[in-house]
């Protein structure tokens, strides 16, 4: 539920199963849209200790939630090469410093 997600909990079976199944060869030349999978998704569920749970399929943000298939199943903007999910300072060689700012040659 989400309040569980909240709490920072995270289905390790399920996001190594689903790792798995990203593809290798995507690039900043992948368009849009094209299939993130290298085949169908998995079944939406885990079983650890003989419990079966279904995966929420969704992602929560800090104030916001988004929900669907094409999150996991088409690939997405965010996916690309130098993009970075979160609120840190990225310099181009990748070292991750602090919060709020980007240094970079030819970005004032």
């Known amino acids: 539920?989400?309040?569980?997600?909240?709490?920072?909990?995270?289905?390790?079976?399920?996001a190594v199963r689903l790792a798995k199944l990203v593809r290798s060869d995507l690039s900043s030349s992948t368009p849009l849209g094209a299939p993130l999978l290298t085949s169908s998704t998995p079944t939406p569920e885990t079983t650890i200790?003989?419990?079966?749970?279904?995966?929420s399929q969704g992602v929560l943000f800090q104030y916001d939630w988004a929900k669907g298939s094409d999150?996991?199943?088409?690939?997405?903007?965010?996916?690309?090469?130098?993009?970075l999910l979160g609120?840190?300072?990225?310099?181009t060689d990748g070292v991750l410093l602090g919060d709020t700012t980007m240094l970079?040659?030819?970005?004032h």
């Open 1 to 14: 539920n989400m309040f569980e997600q909240g709490a920072g909990e995270l289905n390790i079976e399920g």
């Open 49 to 55: 200790a003989g419990q079966t749970f279904k995966w």
């Open 71 to 83: 999150l996991i199943t088409k690939y997405q903007a965010i996916c690309d090469l130098g993009v």
């Open 87 to 91: 609120d840190g300072v990225l310099l």
């Open 104 to 107: 970079s040659s030819g970005v």
